[in-house]
């Protein structure tokens, strides 16, 4: 089957760093995204790595090692407005087609 | 502006009654998807299509229909069957296969679903 784990909870301090990991198992595995969702709102896209390595998009970065089937969402410089659940999630193809599928997801919260 | 609306935005429904959720893109995207979201859950994938007139069961599809007869709707009908239908409803886009593109999700707002 497939499945995702991440930690259920994280809280740091504004302007700190904050690492949230991501394990995966599955199999025609594409590749790993992580989404933003605040409170009653949509998920929004934050970045997606297909290869091994580190991808950064200004204060956020992503990191995937498929070898571990791992990867981690970097978050720098944290601002209150980061308070939010974040959701890493695999690409898969396994007959059917191209679909995603999402872990439970990690609620950051930022204290001042 | 490109997007994806969804509607309604909150619906009570009895039990025993079916309910169509309206799922609508005018972003040119290939691919639909719908997912169920519980309170303090993540996502979990109902149903997808990749291309007009198909699509796939998802993790959950038990109890859930759709239909894919033009590129820009994707409804959901939750039936009756459906044990325990009262959750958060997840519409989402994207550009199918092929690019780096196909692997981003574009989410509607939602539509609240409560079985009353």
């Known amino acids: 089957g497939q499945s995702l784990e991440q930690p259920s909870e994280v809280t740091a301090v504004e302007g700190a760093i904050v690492q949230i990991n991501c394990t995966y198992q599955t199999s025609g595995f594409y590749g790993l995204s992580w989404y933003q969702q605040h409170d009653g709102g949509a998920p929004t896209f934050l970045s997606y790595?297909?290869?091994?390595g580190l991808e950064e998009t200004g204060r956020f970065s992503s990191f995937l090692s498929r070898s571990d089937s791992y990867g981690y969402l970097l978050l720098q410089e944290l601002q209150m407005k980061d308070s939010a659940s974040y959701f890493c999630a695999v690409r898969t193809s396994r007959g059917g087609g191209f679909k995603t599928i999402f872990g439970a997801g990690t609620r950051l919260f930022v204290k001042a | 502006d490109g997007g994806i609306t969804q509607s309604p935005k909150y619906l009570f429904r009895k039990e025993g009654q079916n309910v169509t959720l309206s799922c609508e893109q005018n972003l040119n995207h290939d691919a639909m998807y719908w997912y169920r979201q519980d309170p303090g859950q993540g996502l979990r994938l109902i149903y997808y299509s990749q291309i007009v007139n198909d699509f796939q069961k998802g993790d959950i599809a038990e109890g859930y229909s759709v239909s894919r007869e033009k590129k820009e709707s994707f409804p959901l009908t939750v039936t009756s069957a459906q044990k325990n239908p009262t959750a958060f409803y997840l519409c989402a886009s994207s550009r199918g296969t092929g690019d780096s593109g196909a692997n981003v999700l574009t989410f509607g707002a939602g539509s609240r679903l409560t079985v009353l």
């Open positions: 790595n297909a290869l091994d």
